[in-house]
């Protein structure tokens, strides 16, 4: 059962230099979320998705983009890397929330990208 | 607004002692709450989950009951592990419509780092 999983693990870009990161679920979720993690400053959410086809901005999106092409997965592009940009990317994925249930979002094992 | 406010770290505890992370929260509607934890070089993995007051979650010997009345979710456990190294975050999920509709976008707290000594 594999779960949530993030394409590449480690990389090191240029500043300016674009990439993709690739997030695939095998669990049918209908929520894909990207965040990024911090020292200090917890996780904060990029952008998410409600569903195939669909993207929204979370709370830190400047500089990145994603998209939805296919329900498993859910892709996370850099336009132009930043230094800012260095840090742990996770993805998420969860069932859709309805009201009274607990929305247990399950992660990968994270993306550690670094900008110089 | 919705956010999530815990005891900052580093925690070091020497193995079988008593463990107590605070969280609490503050929100508007009817959060779950949650705790996760990121062993080192891995992952967020949920660690246990409440749903509503006077829930208590617990898993691998560790516990949190959600207490409406104080807005906390405090992690506890009896005897600590080396193994139980990790950091650890506190989250809550609230359907609302601040993000284009409804869903339960999680919000964490900025986690706290446990080290356990043998």
């Known amino acids: 059962n594999a779960g949530v999983t993030q394409t590449p693990k480690f990389r090191v870009l240029k500043t300016g230099q674009s990439m993709t990161l690739l997030c695939a679920q095998d669990?049918?979720?209908?929520?894909m979320y990207w965040y990024r993690q911090d020292p200090g400053m917890g996780l904060r959410l990029i952008h998410y998705?409600?569903?195939?086809?669909?993207?929204a901005k979370g709370e830190v999106p400047d500089g990145y983009n994603v998209s939805r092409l296919k329900k498993q997965n859910f892709l996370l592009g850099l336009e132009s890397a930043a230094p800012s940009q260095t840090s742990v990317y996770f993805c998420a994925s969860s069932y859709s929330s309805r009201p009274g249930t607990g929305n247990t979002i399950y992660f990968g094992e994270g993306s550690w990208l670094t900008v110089v | 607004g919705n956010s999530v406010t815990q005891m900052e770290g580093p925690v070091t505890l020497s193995e079988e002692a008593f463990l107590t992370i605070n969280c609490t929260y503050t929100a508007t509607g009817y959060p779950s709450l949650f705790w996760y934890v990121q062993y080192p070089g891995e992952g967020l993995q949920l660690l246990l989950k409440a749903t509503k007051a006077d829930d208590k979650g617990s898993n691998k010997g560790f516990e949190a009951t959600y207490r409406k009345e104080t807005t906390s979710f405090h992690l506890e456990k009896g005897s600590v592990q080396v193994s139980d190294s990790a950091v650890y975050f506190c989250?809550?999920?609230?359907?609302?419509?601040?993000?284009?509709?409804?869903?339960?976008?999680?919000?964490f707290g900025k986690g706290t780092k446990l080290s356990v000594k043998p």
């Open positions: 989250a809550l999920s609230v359907l609302s419509q601040n993000y284009g509709g409804s869903q339960g976008n999680l919000i």
């Open positions: 998705s409600v569903g195939e086809g669909t993207t």
């Open positions: 669990m049918n979720h209908e929520y």
